[in-house]
């Protein structure tokens, strides 16, 4: 059974850094590219990073660019986001998901997703 | 990085069907055919429910439908069942730079 499991959320001052991490399980991690999506209390969805299968390739949106850092351990199953200098419009559900390699962009499996609280 | 524009509320009956439009530009879109669909009940993981505007994952029921024309995608949901009721987010390839952008979101209201 393919699945992703989010952890690392929590609360935290404006100003500092909180690592999530994504374990996967049920698939070959390692060939796949990863992405982190958000949602905000009462928005939408919202791409936040992508890191490609083989690590060589990241992207960011521009509300995180310069602020956030996407890795993966392939030997431990786990992509990783960075959060540093976070802001209150970091506030969110953040979201681990898998692209399917048939489509660019397209999000074929999701985790339930970890809270992160920005607030003094 | 500016969101899709969904309608934020629609409503159907059982049996009946509705139709979620996702308004993007010809740099999202209108350019490519990376345009997805996913259904969310919050506290549960978002499901993909539409890819490649009108292609279905094995599962997802032939009532579920895509189309794009221009910059405008639709999803179709004919049949409507009392369980099709949850939030839905179209989702568009942007490019080298941007990846990907999502829609603002839709509530489905089953009647």
């Known amino acids: 059974q393919e699945q992703m499991v989010e952890s690392g959320g929590g609360v935290v001052q404006p100003g500092k850094s909180l690592r999530l991490s994504c374990a996967a399980s049920g698939f070959i991690f390692s060939t796949y590219a990863m992405h982190w999506v958000r949602q905000a209390p009462g928005k939408g969805l919202e791409w936040v990073a992508s890191?490609?299968?083989?690590?060589?390739?990241?992207m960011f949106g521009d509300s995180v660019k310069g602020r956030f850092a996407i890795s993966r351990d392939d030997s431990r199953n786990t992509l990783y986001l960075q959060l540093n200098s976070l802001r209150t419009e970091d506030t969110a559900v953040y979201f681990c998901a898998r692209s399917t390699p048939r489509s660019i962009a397209t999000f074929d499996v999701w985790g339930l997703g970890t809270m992160v609280s920005v607030s003094s | 990085q500016t969101a899709l524009t969904q309608p934020r509320s629609v409503s159907g009956s059982p049996g009946q069907s509705v139709t979620i439009s996702c308004t993007g530009t010809s740099s999202d879109v209108g350019g490519y055919n990376s345009l997805s669909w996913y259904q969310y009940h919050p506290g549960k993981a978002p499901k993909l429910m539409i890819y490649d505007v009108t292609k279905r994952p094995s599962g997802v029921p032939d009532r579920f439908s895509g189309s794009k024309s221009g910059n405008t995608a639709s999803l179709t949901i004919s049949g409507l069942q009392a369980e099709d009721e949850a939030d839905y987010y179209c989702c568009s390839y942007a490019g080298s730079h941007i990846y990907a952008v999502f829609g603002g979101g839709t509530k489905l209201t089953v009647l």
């Open positions: 890191i490609s299968y083989d690590g060589g390739n990241q």
